[in-house]
T-cell receptor, first 116, second 116 residues
């Protein structure tokens, strides 16, 4: 099992460019998440998908869009990248039975994004 | 609103010494509580979780944590630190609310350095 995979691992963008970060999980989990990690701020939730066909905003959704393509895949799109979006992005998945938080979240290796 | 505070941004301990990392949470009831570890350049790995019951929780890699309701804390401990424990440690809280998608709120993280 690969677990949670993310592509790309590294990306450099110019301000105003767009890109999509891809995430896939092979654990048949219902819930998937996108976080960004910035120094001294821990992980902050951008968007999450409690189940296939649903998405909801997290703590810092501005400037991002998401698509839950199917049960396995959850993508994060930056339509017009800004320097403030320079960060490390992590995708995670969880069984989250009945939408409760008691199950472990499994994390991907991250995407390091720099916006110039 | 839920929140998590890790008071120590950076801790340095000598190899073989004991370790305690602090985590305080704010929540109206007993939440789900987690400790994750992140090695440099990697994703997050679950060390342990607390839901209810015994206040002392055993985790992987020789870690344990003690839940203290009166102090709203779940402090992470290890009796003897190894050089390979150098990493960043995150505490997280999840709501006991149905249909919240299993969301977690993370603390700011504590970076652990280990001296030879």
């Amino acid at each position: 099992n690969a677990g949670v995979t993310q592509t790309p691992k590294f990306q450099v963008l110019k301000t105003g460019q767009s890109m999509t970060l891809q995430c896939a999980q092979d654990m048949n989990h219902n819930s998937m998440y996108w976080y960004r990690q910035d120094p001294g701020m821990g992980l902050r939730l951008i968007y999450y998908s409690a189940s296939e066909g649903t998405t909801d905003k997290g703590e810092v959704p501005n400037g991002y869009n998401v698509s839950r393509l199917n049960k396995r895949e959850f993508s994060l799109r930056l339509e017009s990248a800004a320097p403030s979006q320079t960060s490390v992005y992590f995708c995670a998945s969880s069984e989250a039975d009945r939408g409760l938080a008691h199950n472990e979240q499994f994390f991907g290796p991250g995407t390091r994004l720099t916006v110039l | 609103a839920q929140s998590v505070t890790q008071p120590d941004i950076h801790i340095t301990v000598s190899e073989g010494a004991s370790l305690e990392l602090r985590c305080n949470y704010s929540y109206g009831a007993t939440p789900y509580l987690f400790w994750y570890v992140q090695s440099p350049g990697q994703g997050l790995q679950l060390l342990l979780k607390y839901f209810s019951g015994d206040t002392l929780v055993q985790g992987i890699k020789g870690f344990e944590a003690e839940f203290k309701r009166s102090q709203s804390s779940l402090n992470l401990r290890k009796p003897s630190v190894h050089w390979s424990d150098a990493a960043e440690y995150f505490c997280a809280v999840g709501a006991r609310i149905y249909n919240q998608g299993g969301k977690l709120i993370f603390g700011q993280g504590t970076e652990l350095s280990v001296k030879p």
